[in-house]
Nanobody
Framework: HVQLVESGGGSVQAGGSLRLSCVAS????????MGWFRQPPGKEREGVVA???????SYADSVKGRFTVSHDGAKNTLFLQMNSLKPEDTAIYYC???????????????????????WGQGTQVTVS
């Protein structure tokens, strides 16, 4: 059983920064990919960035150049550094793991919600 726990959300003004963390515990598939997703108020969940086991990444166009994903294997932790935040970045941010479609092989599908097996409980990010 895999457990994903996100943290680091909060309220910031436009132009500010936040760093989200996602700690994975239990059995994790080291050959698969992980990702960050978000669900804005009243909208469907959408992909933000996916990271493959080889370091390959896929970013949503809306966050390219502003958000950076990284991974600390020793701590089994996925990070999301968010800079130059905009009000439209307001959402609940979720971490996901064990993706079926990963950036190194199927980048077009790596940001699909349906491709991930395990999900965290989410952390709220509010940009005003």
């Amino acid at each position: 059983h895999v457990q994903l726990v996100e943290s680091g959300g909060g309220s910031v003004q436009a132009g500010g920064s936040l760093r989200l963390s996602c700690v994975a515990s239990g059995y994790t598939n080291s050959d698969s990919c992980m990702g960050w997703f978000r669900q804005p108020p009243g909208k469907e969940r959408e992909g933000v960035v996916a990271m493959d086991s080889d370091g390959s990444t896929s970013y949503a166009d809306s966050v390219k150049g502003r958000f950076t994903v990284s991974h600390d294997g020793a701590k089994n932790t996925l990070f999301l550094q968010m800079n130059s935040l905009k009000p439209e970045d307001t959402a609940i941010y979720y971490c996901a793991s064990d993706g079926r479609f990963c950036p190194a092989t199927i980048p077009a599908g790596s940001l699909s919600v349906k491709g991930y097996k395990n999900w965290g409980q989410g952390t709220q990010v509010t940009v005003s």
